[in-house]
């Protein structure tokens, strides 16, 4: 009993003060992930890249599309998907246009998001019950964050 007391307390209140003492156990406070780290691209520059991916679908099987290209397409689809504009009082999907539109569709089509995770079977759920792909350090679908998603500007 007296080595219980002697050693054992002085031991875990050693532990539980490292535990709750800056920059311990945890992230330092320094390290800050920027979750607003979208790429920025021209509109013109992003109806290429959707021509691109939808191209790609069409005459492509999933296991012959490039590391490069399957990132192109999920963020392709994760900014048609997640970008809205507020007008009138309501959000209306910012990109309805119909080369968009085959994109989703073709997709939909060829079941990219089930098919994919043949392609990449190393995958995690991520928020809102989409995907994170830690080969290709992306997400498609869910509520990805920042860095899965363009920011087009006009």
């Given at each position: 009993m007296?080595?219980?007391?002697?050693?054992?307390?002085p031991?875990?209140?050693?532990?539980c003060v490292?535990?709750f003492?800056?920059?311990?156990?945890a992230?330092?406070p320094?390290?800050t992930?920027?979750?607003d780290s979208?790429?920025?691209?021209?509109?013109?520059?992003?109806?290429?890249?959707?021509?691109?991916?939808?191209?790609?679908?069409k005459?492509?099987?999933l296991?012959?599309?490039?590391?490069?290209d399957?990132?192109n397409?999920?963020?392709?689809?994760?900014t048609i998907f997640m970008?809205?504009l507020?007008?009138?009082?309501?959000?209306?999907?910012?990109?309805e246009a119909?080369e968009?539109?085959?994109?989703?569709?073709?997709?939909?089509?060829?079941?990219?998001?089930?098919d994919?995770v043949?392609v990449?079977?190393e995958?995690v759920?991520n928020?809102g019950m989409?995907?994170?792909f830690p080969?290709?350090?992306m997400e498609?679908y869910?509520t990805?964050?920042r860095?899965?998603?363009?920011?087009?500007l006009e």
């Amino acid at each position: 009993m007296h080595f219980y007391k002697k050693y054992v307390g002085p031991i875990l209140i050693t532990i539980c003060v490292s535990c709750f003492c800056k920059n311990s156990l945890a992230q330092s406070p320094n390290e800050t992930f920027n979750r607003d780290s979208s790429k920025t691209i021209t509109l013109i520059e992003f109806k290429h890249r959707v021509g691109r991916a939808t191209k790609l679908l069409k005459t492509e099987k999933l296991s012959a599309i490039s590391d490069t290209d399957h990132i192109n397409i999920m963020m392709c689809l994760n900014t048609i998907f997640m970008t809205h504009l507020y007008k009138n009082g309501l959000f209306e999907a910012r990109f309805e246009a119909a080369e968009y539109k085959n994109l989703e569709i073709l997709a939909d089509k060829k079941n990219y998001s089930r098919d994919i995770v043949k392609v990449y079977s190393e995958w995690v759920p991520n928020r809102g019950m989409g995907y994170y792909f830690p080969k290709l350090k992306m997400e498609l679908y869910g509520t990805p964050m920042r860095y899965a998603i363009f920011n087009v500007l006009e």
